[in-house]
């Protein structure tokens, strides 16, 4: 079955232009030009992927983003004419994927999102481990379920999210570069900021540590990268 790509934008010409390059890769394309659409067609549709487009009218691409992830992890990339890096960093810190800013190389969206689109295939829940859970300190990650528990208690992650801890956990104390964790956690070898790292585990710092000012498990390597410590 073609994967469906909700893509939500307030400009015609540029969804009739993603829509036709996202039908030559044989993704079923649906279409919203506003923030009330979206967060309709998101329950219609139940896409396994999202563009959205942060300047739209009656909800913004931001209040849609923070609603979306009330109630699902399905990945989300912002789509941005703003140069401003503090929207940037606030589509990711409502649990958006990633974003990429207009005017774009279609080639370069394209490989974002087969990336994300590898990340929540079938194929890729075949985690490459010996068992389907990893106990580690006071954590234990279901990796078909794609759950993390802390102390027995659930805490909800987004799936980028879970994937980042996964690919610490299962190599604790080893230090990861931002660049590194692009490639492996992101998918993305030639594309993406390093930046997108640092939000993430701000943000994931947020939801595991007691106290995320002072990490115990994500430690960073000052001017290396991060690491997990059990």
Sequence with gaps: MD???????????????LKLNLQKENYEVYEAYDGE?????????????????????????FTVCRKIRETSSVPILMLTAREEEVDKVLGLELGADDYITKPFSVRELMARIKANMRRVSPEATEVQVEKDTLEIG???????????????????????????IKHLASQPNRIFSRQKLLESVWDYEYYGDVRTVDVTVRRLREKIEDDPSAPVNIMTKRGVGYYFQP
């Design 138 to 164: 006071n954590f234990v990650l279901d990796f078909n379920r794609y759950e993390l528990y802390k102390n027995g208690n659930l805490i909800d992650l987004t799936i980028r999210e879970f994937d980042l």
């Design 3 to 17: 994967k469906k790509i909700l893509v939500v934008d307030d400009e015609k010409p540029i969804v009739e232009i």
């Design 37 to 61: 659409e979206a967060l309709l067609k998101v329950k219609t549709v139940q896409p396994d992927l999202i563009l959205l487009d942060v300047m739209l009218p009656k909800i913004d691409g």
